[in-house]
């Protein structure tokens, strides 16, 4: 009996350790997720920066007395804002 357990429980461990091209598919698709988690979080990184943008566009505008303007500016950067945190909750869900 032991003779058999030597002889098998290599031939398991290596089944086990391996499982060839599913287990290399399955790795590869992890990799591809990971990459889109990271594409989005650039996306949520370059939307934030365009919302800063938006708010010293706001400020320019305050100060040149265009309040029309600077609350447009607000609005606009309160939305990409929203944007970019709905980015970074995807990102973070992946």
Do not use: F, H, W, Y
């Amino acid at each position: 009996m032991k003779k058999l357990a030597i002889i098998a429980a290599p031939l398991v461990l290596g089944i086990a350790a391996c499982d060839g091209p599913a287990e290399e598919r399955g790795e590869e698709l992890d990799d591809v997720v990971e990459a889109e988690g990271e594409v989005i979080d650039e996306q949520a990184e370059l939307a934030e920066a365009q919302a800063e943008l938006a708010e010293e566009s706001a400020d320019v505008a305050d100060e040149a007395g265009n309040e029309g303007q600077s609350a447009k500016m607000e609005q606009t950067a309160q939305e990409i804002e929203q944007q970019a945190e709905a980015l970074e909750d995807t990102a973070d869900g992946i």
